[in-house]
């Protein structure tokens, strides 16, 4: 596997494979791997010729009071879990490269309404930085196949907008959850949990399955989400929000609506904070 920082020897190596007629498959992370992004690259291994993943730990996403300075730096660990995955080339830049006039000057991109509710009402300007930061990548590595994971689901649905209001050639793919045993959500941000709050976890997702149970039995939407959130905080985590939405547009769904939902939950536990989802069908 080879790893490269700059653009220019990215889009160099590329070319060379495209000229080849090769097939380009794309896995962007923030480092700190584990077998949740593993799995995407071994999924894209299976739909492309060529896998590129990136590790790039994006300021413009990370809001004022978040752990962008702490959030964990594994390069050395990440590229041998790239290649015993399958990954061809990773490429991970600085953030002169991603950002030539600076991260505070740099051109943003805002999809509209999608970006507005959950994790975009708690965590403004989030997405943006997101948008901004896949399009970049996108740009340079231009691949066929981008594939995301399930569990970051608003971010999926602000990507796949995005692809399609731009009309970019690319085509997003998704990756399912990978868990533990007891149910908690792979995610690098795990790390920082206590060992008691580590046991406490998995109830994120017992609820995710609680909510579903009683959408299917007729109980009303809004009742399902109050009682969600109020189990998690009588089990000591401070929820930002509990809810069920369609799973398309991540609009409100209609009184008695009970098909193409998905409950979505995000919350502190300690001093990390947990978002999981779970679709309905």
């Not at 590129?52 to 994006?58: E, P």
């Not at 950002?99 to 975009?120: C, D, K």
């Amino acid at each position: 596997m080879q790893t490269l920082q700059d653009a220019a020897s990215l889009r160099a190596t590329i070319r060379g494979w495209r000229g080849q007629g090769h097939t380009i498959g794309f896995v962007p992370t923030m480092g700190n791997l584990h077998a949740g992004h593993h799995s995407l690259v071994k999924l894209a291994r299976t739909r492309t010729d060529r896998v590129v993943a990136s590790v790039f730990v994006n300021p413009t996403q990370f809001g004022p009071n978040e752990d962008f300075e702490r959030y964990p730096r594994t390069l050395a660990q990440d590229q041998a879990g790239l290649a015993e995955s399958g990954c061809d080339l990773l490429f991970a830049p600085d953030v002169a490269v991603m950002y030539p006039f600076g991260a505070e000057r740099s051109v943003s991109l805002h999809v509209p309404e999608l970006t507005e509710t959950l994790e975009g009402a708690h965590r403004p300007g989030h997405f943006d930085g997101v948008a901004t930061v896949v399009c970049k990548l996108f740009n340079l590595v231009q691949p066929d196949i981008a594939i995301f994971g399930q569990k970051d689901f608003q971010q999926l649905k602000v990507i796949e907008r995005l692809v399609r209001d731009l009309s970019l050639p690319v085509k997003v793919m998704s990756g399912s959850t990978q868990r533990a045993e007891d149910g908690l959500a792979l995610s690098s941000r795990n790390q920082y949990l206590s060992a008691s709050d580590r046991a406490s976890a998995p109830l994120i997702y017992e609820t995710l399955q609680q909510m579903r149970e009683l959408i299917a039995k007729g109980h009303a939407r809004k009742v399902v989400e109050q009682a969600a959130a109020s189990k998690l905080e009588r089990a000591g985590f401070a929820p930002d929000y509990a809810a069920i939405r369609r799973a398309e547009d991540l609009a409100e769904p209609a009184d008695g609506e009970r098909e193409g939902l998905v409950a979505l939950i995000a919350a502190r536990l300690g001093t990390t904070r947990l978002i999981d989802n779970l679709l309905f069908d």
